[in-house]
């Protein structure tokens, strides 16, 4: 199983806070992505966003990152501070 994690506003957005996605066909951080938007349509906004941010186990990860049994991915929005 792969652990998704939302948060900060996207949280709100899509009205889920974590779930488990079992691995399957799932390789890559996009192929995880395309199984989210197919399970849920209206979730294609806000993980479709090009500045969407993606962690795998704590790190900054892109599109291609190859994921693994028992990863933590984590989907957020830009952090800006001052």
């Known amino acids: ?19 488990d996605v079992p691995v399957g066909q799932i390789k890559t951080l996009a192929d995880l992505k395309t199984y989210l938007l197919l399970q849920n349509s209206s979730w294609s906004g806000a993980l479709s ?16 990152h190859v994921l693994a049994d028992g990863d933590e991915v984590a989907f957020f ?5 001052g």
């Open 49 to 64: 966003n090009p500045k969407l941010l993606s962690a795998v186990n704590h790190a900054y990860v892109k599109g291609d």
């Open 1 to 19: 199983m792969i652990r998704v994690v939302f948060l900060a506003q996207l949280r709100e957005q899509l009205g889920a806070a974590e779930l």
């Open 77 to 81: 929005p830009p952090v800006t501070g």
